[in-house]
């Protein structure tokens, strides 16, 4: 016999929250609470088992006044996770809290919807150290989000129920003219990092032309932009990272310390070894102007100016950067950024020129300083005051989407996969499906200049890379038509590509090894040795084995 009737109540609930397959820690914490709380959660426990196990309509009655394991087991793991984050000091956001929906912020993509089992708002390391630890103990997943732009929306982690650890108050910018480095917080957004950078040595980091995308996702997975062929990706100017690690600790990485983790963080970072905290990157001198062009053609010269672009990109100055865009209704346009006058920019295009349609229909070549270039090329106006740039806070345009990407080799594609991607170009569906063709390569690229195996990018052979997109509103119908032609086209030029695919336009339909190719099983030995329980993972994350 019981010598009382707590023990029945602490020994048939640790029964119940074994059955549940709650980890350790989470059963300590609820069996700790006083022995009231114990009866109470017990008895509430045992009405629901009497309520859901009789029939149907018992268990229809228990789910309606709220009894069911999957709900006892969430609010358990809440209260947890409570308990064990509070200490952190951190702004907290739970499932239920008013302010949830706007913790969840606009997702990037209205195709996926997942439910965080908490928001932790980190503005300190301690923050960020502190929600991995309860990751740990408690058995839940984690994700970190820097600017939230994941295609597939794995900023929110992928899956229902992880850790978001938010580190967008985690932004400081600040650059040594010493030594040319830049400390950058793991939650800044390009467009104020290169407006700080400005601002403090007129220098930049090459990077992307987004000014609301993170640093973070941006550069652990490559990160291309508009300067990118004269100074390198944006992984490519990483020298240093302070990173959380899956045990909680704080480790440097850098060419002589872990300089096996900042191989695999310099490509194939994301969310795959651990939290990075702070960037320090190389920058380079924009203080001379800089100009910006576009030349738009019609629909019935989008081949030709395909041809023109890629003929002109194998031996295409560093200097340059450009892209080409086209659409099924006829947009055709390539725009980019040299790196010098306005009186020289035709003499370093005279490949193209001599190559693409006689007369463009529209043409711009804009001179100014570098900072308004980014302003340009962000959609924004010259006229516009640069600190429009400053866009840590916003609130980017949410849609629902798909896009896939494919990279290029040689000297590009023959005439007869332009006639091919040209015919499935045409049968878009919609004027919102869209292609760029970035240009990564040719003689002068410095991108193609960084061995293969060197860094967890391995694209490093490509003349471009391909980026397909398609969206459209919450029809049936149309997402039918938009995911079939996308596949379609991807299908239509993968003889005459790679069949590698750029990390930072994430694609759940596509293999790891399109990602990594050659380097995905030294990624998965950093992997083993950095996050041996695999605390961080996605479904497109560097696994174990």
């Known amino acids: 016999m019981l010598r009382n009737p707590d023990e029945f109540f602490g020994g048939w609930l640790y029964l119940y929250l074994v059955d549940m397959e709650l980890s350790e820690f989470t059963r300590a914490a609820v069996l700790s609470r006083d022995s009231k709380f114990l009866r109470a959660l017990t008895v509430t426990l045992l009405i629901a088992q009497c309520l859901l196990l009789p029939s149907a309509h018992a268990a229809a009655l228990g789910d309606d006044i709220g009894f069911s394991r999957a709900g006892v087991a969430r609010k358990l ?47 300190t390391t301690a923050h960020v150290q502190r929600a991995v630890q309860c990751a ?27 850790i978001v650890v938010d580190l967008e108050g985690m932004n400081s ?43 973070g996702g941006h550069s652990l997975g490559g990160g291309w932009g508009f300067v990118s062929r004269k100074w390198g990706l944006m992984a490519d100017s990483l020298v240093s990272v302070e990173l959380v690690t899956a045990n909680g600790t704080v480790v440097t990485a850098s060419s002589s310390q872990n300089s096996d983790l900042l191989f695999a963080l310099k490509g194939a970072g994301a969310n795959s070894f651990g939290i990075v905290t702070k960037f320090f990157f190389k920058t380079y001198d924009v203080s001379k102007n800089v100009t910006f062009f576009q030349y738009n053609y ?18 295409a100055s560093a200097d340059v950067s450009a892209s080409l865009f086209h659409n099924p209704t006829g947009d055709n346009f390539i725009w980019g950024i040299y ?37 340009i090329n962000a959609g924004f106006k010259q006229t516009d005051p640069i600190d429009t740039l400053n866009l840590q806070n916003y609130v980017y345009e ?18 007869q996969g332009i006639q091919a991607y040209i015919d499935a170009l045409g049968k878009g569906p919609t004027a919102n499906t869209y292609m760029i063709f970035d240009l990564f390569g040719g003689s002068g690229s410095f991108i193609n200049s960084v061995a293969s195996g060197s860094t967890g990018f391995v694209h490093r052979d490509s003349l471009f890379s391909i980026q397909m997109f398609t969206y459209w509103n919450d029809r049936p119908q149309d997402a039918t038509a938009d995911l079939n032609w996308i596949q379609g086209i991807w299908n239509t030029v993968r003889p005459y590509s790679s069949g590698e ?33 695999n605390i961080f993972n996605f479904p497109k994350s560097i696994p174990l084995n």
Request: charged content about 20%.
């Open 173 to 215: 910018v600040s650059y040594d003219s010493g030594s040319k480095i830049a400390t950058v917080g793991g939650g800044t957004r390009l467009g104020p990092l290169k407006l700080a950078l400005w601002k403090q040595g007129k220098v930049t980091i090459p990077a992307g032309t987004c000014p609301s995308v993170g640093v």
């Open 136 to 162: 740990v103990q408690l058995n839940v997943g984690i994700a970190p989000r820097s600017g939230g732009h994941s295609y597939e929306d794995y900023s929110l982690g992928g899956r229902d129920g992880v």
């Open 501 to 533: 695919a750029y990390q930072n336009y994430i694609d759940s339909d596509m293999p790891l090894s399109a990602y990594y190719a050659s380097n995905l099983d030294r990624l998965k030995t950093v992997k083993r040795k950095w996050d041996p329980s």
């Open 339 to 375: 790196l010098g006058p306005k009186s020289n920019l035709r003499t370093v295009l005279k490949t193209f020129f001599d190559n693409a349609p006689a007369t463009p229909s529209a043409t711009t070549e804009i001179e100014s300083d570098y900072i308004t270039s980014v302003l």
């Open 77 to 123: 793991l809440q209260q947890s996770l409570s308990g064990c984050l509070s200490s952190s000091g951190a702004r907290l956001v739970f499932p239920g809290d008013s302010s949830y929906d706007s913790a969840r912020g606009h997702v990037f993509n209205h195709r996926y919807l997942y439910n965080p089992a908490a928001f932790v708002f980190a503005t």
């Open 298 to 315: 019609g629909k019935t010269e989008q081949a030709q100016t395909l041809r023109a672009y890629q003929r002109w990109g194998v031996s």
């Open 398 to 415: 949410s849609r629902t989407f798909k896009s896939k990407s494919i990279f290029v080799k040689g000297s590009g594609w023959s005439e």
